[in-house]
């Protein structure tokens, strides 16, 4: 966001009962996270969620590097939260929606890593297939890990399914058989495939409740109207 955060949470106060902030460490410097930190607590902002971020392109291809240059790595800012600002509630991400085993593996030690370093509560990422949701929670009650963990939901307007599909830094996993539906029901009309998504929305918050999860996020919420839609279902 261009606007100064001051003034972007000063908006958000009149809006919003609480105020969840992800913090992402790509391009950030310790120096201007601990001036952003301060930033949230004078405003009241007491709950974060910290994120290495998505690698950028450059990063994604050759030797791997343990944090390149131009990242602070999530449990370095989880660290940073606890040292400076205690009192304050953070959460950090996993991605469950990988698809073989070393990925998968990695994405776990990774989440078990956060916890450790102080995270409170694990946010998915987000993604259409549920049974990465439930597979997420089989491998946290087999090692009788109770933190929270939220599941994360996303909205995708039919001019944006491209574009999500191809690029996958962004972090939400589309399969091409997910992009086609979407694709085939953009074609009726607009207001009919975003009815259609809100209702699987709405199937797949039921199904992340069965599966144990405390709460969902959902994204791609653009407008008051949209949102009290997708509350109500």
Sequence with gaps: CAAPVDQVLEVLRDQCHDIV????GRGASETAVRQLLATLQSNAVGTVIATTGYADPAHRDGPPEYVPDGYIDSC??????????PEMCVGAAVNPFKYNIADVHLQYFKMARKLNFGAEFIVTDA??????????????????MSECVLARLTLI????????LDSPERGTVISREMAALLERESNIN???????????????AAGCRLFGYSGIQVGGVTDPKLAATVVDQ
């Design 157 to 164: 307007r039919p001019a944006e399914i491209r574009a999500v």
């Design 190 to 204: 607009e207001t009919q495939a975003m009815a259609a998504q809100i209702r699987r929305t709405a199937l797949a």
């Design 127 to 144: 993604g259409w297939d549920m049974k990465k949701y439930q597979e997420l929670q089989w491998f946290l009650q087999s090692r009788n």
């Design 21 to 24: 902030v992800r913090l992402c």
């Design 76 to 85: 370095r800012l989880i660290q940073l939260i606890r040292e400076h600002y």
